[in-house]
């Protein structure tokens, strides 16, 4: 061990903390600096997808419709007391719609006295039936961040032009954004006020000791703020929003804690180990950091990889809103890595022994830190064998309790929800109230169907025709609340206000029908080119996009981490088990996420109205996510169990002793997980319960049935066969001595 590179990178971080640690102050405090920045140029979520005919109607809608703006939001006016007919109230919605109208960012403004007349016979109705409510609707430029920033400050100037007994609240899909970023933000704010201090407990008994359980809380601080300083950087490159700083802070916590717990639990066990150093060598707890980071960093270095290579693959989904996840959270992984692997090392080695000062009673201190053998290691040893002792009745039991709970994952249906109830105390959530009690839910951020004719050739009188009887189809239909044409000599728009909202199956049911059916009649007569734009087609393109790339998303993330642990493991089987082990594990959490958020069941516990449905990104990014993130305990596990086969190629005492030396850290981290990612069902936004549901349940499941039953199980039932690789025969062969 001592002539590996591992081993000397870990002496070189010892005996050089004084430069790591001035280092990384100076990283941190530039990280520090950069953090705000980050925070500001989070933006609205990007759920387009490349070449998709949402995006290409977007286009069209631009060049052809600059008056439409690059998004339609609705100024909301509201009075308990006054009617929208009395001149009070005419007033303030006149001084409002004037004083926005001068801004750059509105293109156009339909206000609700306007001579609905010129609208012709689409026109939309922007006074409520009791007359305490009307609507105007604007057109506003910019990007989706501009959006998002403009969205603040004309909601400023509508409520200083306001007033006087009249409320103005502006909502639409940029504003709503903007607010539910805010909700997002103390969502993470609360949760993390919860987890860390049920971290920091489990840690203290894991460890035994207090400062041993405050490094890897420090160190997952330390790599979270390098991972936004990273970030903040690459946000001039791409572009990031609110949920992306969501799993980028549930992952940097949560591996940030358990890679820092096995490299803490592997040094305090080999300083517990070690003689008085030899003369002339490193001082032993040098030689106690370079043996943890030749052991469990080098695990973890493994892990990292398949946890990076599994979400890397989501960039295959042709789509920002996977791309973003992707950069995200390969970016935490890697950011914790480095401070895992120089940081940690030079603190352990400037701690030193005072890393067991606030020690717990003895009885309450790990028993490797006492004990060497795995016989004396206690009950966790016990457990293995015992599960040894009946293999295949362990391996039948809880494969057949998995796959019973990955059965509702047959019934998965995706979709993308808004979770406006989380927004019912800002503007854009009582403006988006009104909307959806008074007027069209749907008109928070229309259907937008751009109709072209091939060549860039203008639309022909008999064309124009043809998209009347288009127009007059769409009015019949129930689902359709209202109607804005406008045309010109290039192209028709007609901008469609469901009666339902965006979100809702009924919206995505509409732009499937006018794709599937009436776009196709229109064109096959010879009409012009029909393409449908709007969020809520957006969301019916993510969702194919999705479903479309979910194949090549397993076959990468399985190809990859089976060539990886090919190496990590030095055996055929072990690999294959791992990736047959996870997809089942991964079932069983999708199937307990569809039978909670999509089912309803436990709706009042966790404090959630079901949508039908659940967020159309989860599955992939939970599969591509837990499938790494599960690797860590198997890569831990496994590399544990070897060293021990090396040692004595002894199967079960192999197994028995992996368990030994690694159940405790492994439970420990799964707790800790467990408690940071459970802490996010305290959120009030739905997405953000489902995320953390999702990763909470799959480590449970995991840590628990996978690898402390099915694993030494298996590795019982396949023996000697688990060590098994044809140049480790190949090898053997060449050993032998010639006849």
Request: aromatic share 8%; charged share 15%; hydrophobic share 50%.
């Amino acid at each position: 061990m001592s002539a590996s590179w591992p081993y000397r990178w870990g002496l070189l971080m010892a005996r050089r903390r004084g430069r790591v640690l001035g280092v990384w102050l100076v990283l941190l405090g530039c990280s520090a600096v950069l953090y705000p920045s980050l925070r500001a140029a989070l933006g609205a979520p990007d759920y387009k997808v490349a070449g998709a005919d949402s995006t290409r109607a977007q286009e069209l809608l631009s060049r052809y419709f600059p008056d439409a703006g690059n998004e339609r939001d609705v100024l909301v006016f509201y009075s308990p007391e006054r009617l929208a007919s009395a001149r009070p109230y005419r007033n303030v919605v006149t001084a409002v719609l004037a004083t926005l109208a001068r801004r750059s960012e509105v293109a156009s403004v339909i206000g609700p006295y306007q001579d609905q007349s010129q609208q012709g016979p689409y026109s939309v109705r922007q006074i409520s039936s009791d007359g305490h409510a009307a609507i105007a609707i604007l057109a506003l430029r910019g990007d989706p961040r501009q959006l998002i920033d403009r969205s603040s400050s004309l909601q400023r100037a509508a409520d200083r032009a306001a007033g006087r007994g009249v409320h103005a609240w502006l909502t639409g899909y940029s504003p709503i954004t903007k607010d539910l970023t805010n909700v997002e933000s103390a969502d993470i704010e609360r949760a993390e006020s919860i987890g860390v201090p049920v971290a920091m407990l489990v840690l203290i008994l894991a460890f035994g000791a207090i400062a041993a359980a405050l490094t890897p809380l420090l160190l997952a601080g330390t790599g979270l703020l390098f991972t936004y300083g990273v970030l903040a950087l690459l946000s001039h490159l791409f572009h990031f929003d609110i949920f992306l700083f969501t799993v980028v802070t549930m992952i940097g916590v949560g591996i940030g804690i358990d890679y820092a717990l096995f490299i803490v639990s592997r040094f305090r066990e080999e300083l517990a180990g070690q003689g008085p150093a030899p003369t002339g060598q490193p001082q032993r707890v040098e030689l106690a950091v370079a043996s943890a980071i030749a052991t469990s960093g080098c695990v973890i270095a493994f892990s990292g990889a398949i946890v990076a290579l599994s979400l890397a693959s989501l960039l295959v989904v042709n789509a920002p809103v996977f791309q973003e996840i992707a950069i995200g959270a390969v970016t935490v992984v890697f950011c914790t890595l480095v401070v895992a692997l120089t940081l940690l090392p030079a603190v352990l080695a400037a701690v030193g022994e005072r890393i067991n000062r606030g020690a717990l009673p003895r009885r309450l201190r790990p028993a490797e830190l006492n004990e060497r053998s795995a016989t004396q290691a206690g009950g966790w040893a016990r457990w293995a064998q015992g599960i040894m002792r009946h293999p295949l009745i362990a391996a039948l039991c809880s494969c057949g309790l998995l796959i019973v709970i990955a059965l509702p994952a047959f019934d998965l249906k995706t979709g993308i929800n808004l979770d406006f109830s989380s927004l019912a105390g800002t503007a854009s959530g009582k403006g988006e109230r009104i909307l959806a009690n008074s007027f069209a839910p749907g008109a928070l951020s229309p259907i937008e169907v751009v109709l072209i004719q091939g060549g860039n050739r203008p639309v022909s009188a008999a064309k124009t025709r043809q998209a009347e009887g288009l127009f007059r189809v769409l009015s019949r239909d129930t689902r359709v609340a209202g109607l804005i044409p406008q045309r010109n000599s290039r192209a028709a728009l007609l901008s469609i206000l469901p009666s339902v909202s965006i979100d809702s199956p009924g919206a995505t049911g509409l732009v499937q029908r006018i794709r599937d059916e009436l776009a196709p009649a229109l064109e096959s007569g010879g009409g012009p080119r029909v393409l449908v734009g709007g969020t809520t087609a957006q969301f019916v393109d993510l969702s194919h996009e999705t479903r479309s790339k979910f194949p090549v998303v397993i076959a990468l993330v399985l190809g990859l981490s089976l060539l990886l642990l090919l190496v990590v493991f030095d055996s055929v089987l072990l690999p294959l088990k791992a990736a047959i082990m996870n997809l089942l594990a991964t079932a069983s959490t999708i199937g307990l996420v569809v039978f909670v958020f999509q089912q309803g069941h436990g709706e009042s516990l966790l404090g959630f109205s079901s949508p039908g449905f659940i967020q159309v990104y989860l599955p992939l990014s939970v599969f591509a996510l837990l499938f790494g993130l599960s690797m860590d305990y198997e890569v831990f596990l496994i590399s544990r169990m070897r060293e021990s086969w090396r040692e004595s190629h002894d199967n079960s005492l192999a197994v028995a002793t992996g368990l030994a030396h690694t159940a405790r850290p492994i439970s420990a981290a799964a707790a800790i997980m467990v408690a940071v990612f459970g802490s996010f069902l305290t959120a009030d936004v739905l997405e953000i319960k489902q995320f953390g549901f999702a990763l909470a349940v799959a480590i449970a499941l995991d840590a628990t049935i996978v690898r402390l039953v099915l694993v030494p199980a298996l590795m019982r039932l396949f023996s000697a066969a688990n060590w098994w690789t044809p140049w480790s025969s190949r090898r053997a062969k060449a050993a032998e001595p010639a006849a």
